[in-house]
């Protein structure tokens, strides 16, 4: 199991979240979340349609990151400043992630898994531990 995830989560779920996006929508032909932990490590279940479009689905871990062309739509979030969220949090207001909070990446050809043109979007969501938001 990965530290990036609560001992009381099965990392099916993300699976399943991943797999259940790509099979709702023929145009996409990859989905992904990423997962964070303290010491570095990411959990990334993949799922994407193959070249004969069967869906295929693994964890690119910490290979995705480091090694991937077009990896921005990750690590723009992922440095983001997210202060304003922060202090809306302390107003005891909601904190709401819009369409808006996320960000599209300049086309780029995935040559290792796929070998098809993507443009990617990516949204940044949280995790609350106590009275702390985290990045996830």
């Known amino acids: 199991m990965s530290s990036c995830l609560p001992e009381q989560i099965d990392p099916l779920f993300f699976y399943s979240?991943?797999?259940?996006?790509?099979e709702s929508d023929r145009s996409l032909s990859s989905s992904s979340i990423v997962?964070?932990?303290?010491?570095?490590?990411?959990?990334?279940?993949?799922?994407?349609?193959?070249?004969?479009?069967?869906?295929k689905?693994?964890?690119?871990?910490?290979?995705?990151l480091d090694q991937w062309p077009g990896n921005d739509w990750f690590w723009v979030l992922e440095t983001a400043?997210?202060?304003e969220l922060y202090e809306r949090i302390?107003?005891?207001?909601?904190?709401?992630?819009?369409?808006?909070?996320?960000?599209?990446?300049?086309?780029?050809?995935?040559?290792k898994l796929t070998s098809t043109w993507h443009v990617t979007y990516g949204v940044p969501f949280f995790t609350r531990t106590?009275?702390?938001l985290y990045f996830k």
Do not use: Q
Not at 35 to 55: A, Q
Not at 90 to 111: F, Q, R, S
């Open 57 to 64: 689905t693994k964890n690119l871990g910490n290979w995705i």
């Open 17 to 22: 979240l991943t797999k259940a996006n790509l």
């Open 130 to 132: 106590l009275d702390e």
């Open 35 to 55: 997962l964070t932990s303290d010491s570095g490590e990411f959990f990334v279940p993949f799922t994407y349609r193959s070249k004969v479009g069967k869906i």
């Open 90 to 111: 302390e107003n005891n207001t909601d904190l709401v992630i819009t369409a808006d909070d996320g960000y599209w990446t300049a086309p780029y050809i995935d040559c």
């Open 81 to 83: 400043n997210y202060s």
